[in-house]
């Protein structure tokens, strides 16, 4: 990493790990120094920002009071898509911006993680439905252009009822008359958010999870930094900066209330429930886009398994775990069932997420109405808000944030650069993905194995396979999860910034939504290889064993709960880990 120097502005070698040493030396500079910028939140937004204001040439921190994209963050729709539906509501400014963006995270900043995805809109009507919605495609693929590169993906398709029937045969006769295809991409969101915190962090900003945000600090009306409190060590202390980003998404007005002001906007959480499904439970060659009375029901492969989703609900209870409750699971398979030969049951679902969308509450009753547009605030001299926005255009959103912030700066700052930035990983993976069979055969892997980790880290598969080189037996598949392999767990908590057995379950891998099990049986596993890397003892390996096992019974219980009162308070039951040293 030595020829990166000059770009991290260090005049030692700076590696691309995001590990517990890393942890310590980020807390002892945010300790030490007042910053430029302060980013509260280590969701897709708040990593962003990071990555924005340091590319900047300025000092930053950020802190998450739990795990990086532990939020909103990794419980998407993991989609990267211009909104098919807003092109509905006339919104076509955000409709071109999405485009513009999803072209640019495909193509440049992170080609490794975002993939293009196609998905048929089944029709129903022979000439008015077909005319209307491909009037709205052709729109959508002229947008995509308008960002001065090519689009990435290729332009939507008319199909007759016999080309769908021969592309998805699973599809009830009487479901469609006929169908357009377009394509759009999709991302692993979790991933992409480790991914961002730890370019942000290689450039030079000081990142640690686990740290909570519990006050600020303010001389006369002015936010100057911080109370924070470390979560791992039980320790509390101040961050000073110059500036503070508030980007905690549904949690901004709460983190409002801790200036003791009124914001300047009120965020209302919608939330949404997606189903995962195994592959094999219907046939498709593509996803699916169906229509419900309330807004769209999207049906996304996933490698293996199929993600159907989404609901669109209110949600006023706990918001670091939303409840998915029978009757939202119900509510997705009797959509989805409207459409399929043989329908999906209870028994075909391996696994369920909740997530919650951090809306701009507006004059709207229905969350499905309300605007996915973005707004910055500066309501409190030293303190900028951003609120509302969509997963796709997190760029954006996070550079009007940064602009806000450094407006109050001294100096001429530099613009945005983070559109000419690819993510670590992002840099020569085409290549590498070249040549995959010759990197499989020299390590005695499955070429499937290489393109599964090409897929999730790019060139930095190299750092993954160094590991396998100096222990072979980290490349056995996890027990019930066999898509993922011992390297992985190690490396998340080396490399990846994880410190918690859930952290790898739940976010570095998709083990928790996706194995049968919920990830019951490679727990064990994982927990007593992170323990190598982060000194655990068997007792604390058991507690964290513990803790998981309990978060995934008390999801599989308020799952069977009829509404999200019910839902919430078996959920509940699972406490939160909290480590005090």
Wanted: proline letters at 4%; charged letters at 25%.
């Amino acid at each position: 990493m030595a020829s990166h120097n000059l770009v991290t502005g260090n005049s030692v070698t700076r590696s691309t790990k995001l590990g517990p040493e890393e942890r310590v030396a980020a807390l002892a500079k945010l300790k030490d120094k007042e910053l430029d910028i302060l980013v509260v939140g280590g969701g897709i937004v708040g990593a962003g920002a990071a990555l924005d204001a340091v590319t900047r040439g300025l000092s930053v921190g950020i802190l998450e009071a739990r795990d990086w994209a532990s939020g909103t963050s990794s419980r998407s729709s993991k989609l990267v898509h211009g909104g098919i539906r807003y092109l509905e509501q006339l919104d076509f400014r955000l409709v071109r911006e999405a485009l513009t963006e999803r072209g640019l995270l495909l193509q440049r900043i992170a080609p490794h993680l975002v993939k293009p995805v196609r998905f048929l809109y089944p029709l129903k009507k022979r000439f008015t439905e077909r005319l209307y919605i491909g009037a709205g495609m052709l729109l959508y693929d002229i947008f995509s252009y308008t960002g001065g590169r090519p689009p990435g993906v290729p332009h939507h398709r008319h199909l007759s009822k016999s080309q769908v029937q021969k592309l998805i045969p699973s599809l009830a006769n009487n479901a469609l008359v006929g169908g357009i295809t377009y394509y759009d991409a999709q991302v692993d969101d979790a991933r992409y958010v480790s991914s961002l915190v730890r370019t942000a962090s290689f450039y030079g900003a000081h990142a640690a999870s686990r740290v909570r945000v519990e006050g600020f600090i303010k001389v006369g009306e002015r936010v100057v930094g911080v109370r924070a409190h470390d979560l791992q060590t039980d320790e509390h202390f101040d961050v000073r900066a110059k500036q503070v980003v508030n980007a905690t998404g549904v949690w901004t007005d709460d983190t409002q209330r801790m200036v003791g002001e009124r914001g300047t906007f009120k965020v209302r959480a919608s939330k949404g429930v997606h189903l995962v499904v195994p592959r094999d439970r219907f046939q498709s060659a593509m996803g699916l886009l169906l229509r419900t009375e309330k807004s769209v029901l999207f049906v996304i492969p996933w490698g293996r398994h199929w993600l159907i989703g989404t609901t669109d609900t209110d949600w006023y209870l706990d918001k670091a775990h939303p409840a998915a409750t029978a009757a939202d699971i119900d509510y997705i398979l009797e959509h989805i069932n409207s459409v399929l030969s043989v329908p999906l049951t209870r028994e075909d679902v391996e696994g369920v997420y909740a997530g919650l969308r951090p809306l701009l509450a507006g004059e709207s009753d229905q969350t499905s109405k309300l605007s996915r547009e973005h707004l910055v605030g500066h309501s409190v001299p030293g303190l900028v808000v951003i609120a509302g926005g969509k997963w796709t255009t997190y760029r954006i959103m996070a550079k009007d944030a940064v602009d806000a912030a450094v407006s109050a700066l001294d100096g001429r700052i530099p613009a945005s650069a983070t559109q000419d930035i690819p993510l670590l990983g992002a840099e020569g993976y085409q290549a590498a993905w070249n040549k995959r069979g010759k990197i499989a055969r020299a390590f005695g892997l499955h070429t499937v194995r290489v393109e599964h980790l090409l897929n999730r880290y790019g060139t930095l598969t190299d750092e993954l396979l160094d590991l396998i080189r100096a222990n072979p037996a980290l490349a056995d598949p996890l027990p019930g999860a066999d898509d993922y392999i011992g390297a992985e767990v190690v490396y998340a908590a080396s490399h990846e910034g994880a410190l918690h057995l859930e952290d790898v379950l739940a976010r570095r891998t998709r083990i928790s939504i996706e194995a049968w099990d919920r990830g019951v049986s490679a727990a064990p596993v994982a927990a007593a290889l992170m323990a190598g890397v982060l000194g655990w003892d068997q007792e604390r390996v058991d507690r964290e064993v513990g803790f998981y096992l309990t978060r995934v019974a008390a999801e599989r219980a308020s799952q069977e709960e009829p509404n999200d009162e019910s839902a919430d308070r078996v959920r509940l039951e699972a406490p939160d880990i909290v480590v005090t040293n």
